[in-house]
């Protein structure tokens, strides 16, 4: 029963972001769920590399260099997968760029940049999937927003901030939507996950990981695996009644929250032991 719940056999799934990180984690996972593929990165080479670890995987994958921030690209994007595939049966809306800039500082082209990549590329996205979803009568959606879309992280990520705020809303406003005709869309809110980007900001200030993990109860930053599981659930028959949902993957960042201190004593396995005699 569990294997035929989480079968993604005969499904297609689009994924953007697919060259590193979320995206490329999301494809493979998806993949070994038995999805066949159509992937989307402007690192066209590392999408390729994606691509061929799916087909090692017995499945069919395409390749893709659009500009996710493009209405006018994404919609010759789904002229393609039409022509490949003929169906969408899953999104991963992953991909889309952040600026980092002061708000005294942050100039009104980047603000305009940042919400092009994040709201506007992914809703385009979200239409030409959901268009081919409410046709084919199912399909699921996955929206990636952040940590930052329920709350305030400071550190010059206004304009990033307001974007994935707007994910939210529109996560919710789709889904309200669209639920009734078959089309399930839910966000999924990481925290710190490990990428390239990250380890970049982390080598120029030797501070800044320590200061994220004082809020991760977990112990340790996210990595590209930690989304696997999560994108099975979401484009499987597993979550048929899961829509509409913001789902943290946080290391329980946000139930802490601000005010919270996490535990940082670590006891050895078996430390505790019962008392002897019969309990009072």
Known sequence: MATTLFDLSGKVAVVSGAAQGLGQATSLAVAEAGADLFLVDRNLPGAEGTAEAARRLGRKAIASACDVSDPDAISELFRQVDSEFGRVDFLGNIAGDGHLAQPEDLTIADLHRVLQNLVVGRFAMCQEAGRRMLFQGRGSIMNIGSLASSTALGRGHIAYSMAMGAVIQMT??????????????????????????????????????????????????????????????????????????????????????????????KRPVGAWQPKQGRPT
Do not use: Y
């Open 172 to 265: 919710r406003e789709l889904s309200t939507e669209w639920s009734c005709r078959g089309v399930r869309v839910n966000c999924v809110t990481p925290a710190q996950v490990v990428n390239p980007s990250l380890i970049a900001r982390m080598d120029q200030d030797p501070t800044l990981e320590g200061r994220f993990l004082k809020g991760i109860p977990a112990g340790r930053l996210g990595q590209p695996k930690d989304i696997m599981g999560l994108a099975v659930l979401l484009a499987s028959d597993a979550s048929e009644w899961i829509s509409g949902a913001i789902i943290p993957m946080d290391g329980g960042n946000m139930a802490m929250n601000a005010g919270g201190t996490p535990g940082h004593e």
